[in-house]
Structure formats: structure tokens, C-alpha cells
């Protein structure tokens, strides 16, 4: 099954920005008709300079266009973007009612975009770094525009962004479950749930080898997942107990934790054992659990 890298990146970009007045919108409708695109558009509610290095370019509407990892960030993904930009600019009620002046770019990646930099160089632009991972793009531009590379950026101010990628690093994902730890709101914690979520299935390696290393971030990165991880045993939990009704409740129970530990270990990745104490299952009852996952 595909990773749907582009919800976590939402939320990754909302964590970015929370302290902030912006609003977001997701998948824009450009026309009446029926294309759609899956875009980022970030607006920004006052004037206020936002003292972020990738919101430091923004005007009063942002552009964003997110590329996956296995995604190409290509010369014709640029002008497309463009394209969109443009169009965004003619989807006002009327004329001239979104400025030009109050529009920017940004297209973003893990990798750096060797290919593409290389083209805008050779075509009339200029790129240069501004900040770690984030380059602008200047020359014959229509809006002020930036390349983001998120494996590049400054580890220690944006850990959520930089472990959305298959090749995450073991020091990012300890820094963003860090500071997600000391998330209060709810959804604060939600848009981190959904950011590990996606991490957890596209680096599986190294999160398991991180469960076994560190049982302290273990029990932070479960913390920060107790939504999600409840809410699998509990469908588990409940699909166990109607598969295990006509054998009495208690064939029901043990069927249902079953289902439970499968799911906790198919889609978090657990270890028998770090599913087994997630669900609280007593010693003596785990050598038959161990004995059915080992099957």
C-alpha cells in the first residue's frame, strides 16, 4: 500500500507554523470545474513577519507543492507549480482581487534537486542557499520562490519535517519525539501522531531497532501514538470478540488479543513483546501468545 506522505506533510507544515496567524487550505479548487490539485495554500492573517526560516519569504498568499520521496522535484514540476500559481491568481470573486505582489512559491523536498537546480541555472534563473535547505530562486521569476530540502534543514528547529522521508535519521526522530512529548494539545498531538504514523511505516528498520535500543523513547514515541494505538486494539479487540462468539466469551477474549497484537505489530511495527505489554497481558499468558505470533 502507497505511504500517504502528503496528510503528515499538512501536518508537519501546521506544527511549523502553529505559533503563528496563518490558515491553511488543502487540496485547492482552482476552477469551477473539476481540477483540483493537492497543493498546500498557506495564508497569512496580518501583516506580521513570520520568524521562520521557510516562512520568512511569505506573503499574503503561499503556494506549496510537496514532492515524496520517490517523487521526482522536476524542471516541468516547477513550471506546473507556476501554472498553478497563476491560476490561483485568477480564482478571485474580482479582478485583481489576489495580487500578484501578495503571492509566493515554494516547492519542497528530502533530496536535493540536483537536476532541477542545474536546468533553472542553465535557463536564466539563479539559485542560492539562504538558509540551511531552503534556496531562492531568482531571475525571471513572477513570485518570490524557494526550494526546500528538507534532509538539509536545521535539525533542532525542524525535526517534524526532516523525519518525513524513508531515509530518517535516528538523532531527528529522538529530537521531534522530544519535543512532541511536551505537546498539550490535542491537535498538537493528533498532527504528531500522523507525522510518526508515516515515519514508523517508512523507515520500519529503524524504528524497531530504536524500540529494542531505548525503552525510554519507546515509551515516548507509544505516548504520543496512545490515540492511534488504542483505537487499533480496540478494533481489534472488538473484531477478535465477534469472530469469538459462538466460542463462548472466553475463547472470544483470547481471539480478540490476538487480532490485537497482529495489528499493533502489522501497522506500528511492534515487537511481540512491546505489543504484549501494550495490551497488558499477564506473564503467565504470554508463552501461548509468543507461541501463536511465532506461527
Keep these: 500500500m502507497a505511504i500517504q506522505w502528503h496528510p503528515a506533510f499538512y501536518a508537519g507544515m501546521e506544527l511549523e507554523f502553529k505559533s503563528f496567524p496563518v490558515d491553511f487550505e488543502k ?14 495554500i498557506i495564508k497569512k492573517l496580518t501583516d506580521e513577519k513570520i520568524d521562520n526560516e521557510i516562512g520568512n519569504i511569505f506573503r499574503r498568499y503561499n503556494i506549496m507543492e510537496m514532492k515524496s520521496p520517490d517523487d521526482e522535484l522536476s524542471i516541468d514540476v516547477f513550471y506546473k507549480v507556476y501554472a498553478y500559481a497563476c491560476l490561483y491568481k485568477c480564482s478571485g470573486e474580482t479582478v485583481d482581487e489576489i495580487s500578484a505582489q501578495e503571492i509566493t512559491v515554494s516547492l519542497y523536498r528530502d533530496k536535493y534537486p540536483r537536476k532541477l537546480i542545474s536546468n533553472l541555472n542553465a535557463t536564466g534563473f539563479t539559485v542560492r542557499k539562504e538558509y540551511p535547505g531552503i534556496y531562492y530562486v531568482a531571475g525571471n521569476t513572477l513570485f518570490p520562490t524557494q526550494i526546500i530540502v528538507s534532509g538539509e534543514l536545521n535539525p533542532s528547529h525542524h525535526s517534524a519535517l526532516r523525519i518525513l522521508t524513508n531515509k530518517a535519521r535516528k538523532e531527528d526522530i529522538i529530537t521531534f519525539a522530544k519535543t512532541a512529548s511536551m505537546f498539550t494539545d ?6 504528531a501522531d500522523s507525522i510518526l504514523q508515516v515515519s514508523t511505516t517508512a523507515n520500519k528498520e529503524l524504528y524497531e531497532k530504536i524500540y529494542k535500543e531505548d525503552e525510554t523513547m519507546c515509551q515516548a514515541l507509544m505516548d504520543i501514538m496512545k490515540d492511534d494505538i488504542d483505537k487499533k486494539v480496540n478494533q481489534g479487540m472488538q473484531q477478535g470478540m465477534q469472530q469469538g462468539m459462538q466460542q463462548g466469551m472466553q475463547q472470544g477474549s483470547y481471539q480478540a488479543r490476538k487480532e490485537a497484537l497482529k495489528s499493533l505489530m502489522e501497522n506500528l511495527h511492534f515487537t511481540p513483546v512491546q505489543a504484549m505489554d501494550a495490551l497488558s497481558i499477564p506473564a503467565d499468558d504470554r508463552p501461548e501468545y509468543l507461541k501463536y505470533l511465532s506461527q
Excluded at 487540496?27 to 498546500?40: F, H, M, N, S, V
Excluded at 490535542?186 to 498532527?191: C, K, P, S
Design 27 to 40: 487540496e485547492y479548487e482552482l476552477t469551477r470545474g473539476p481540477l483540483a490539485i493537492d497543493l498546500l
Design 186 to 191: 490535542q491537535g498538537d498531538l493528533e498532527r
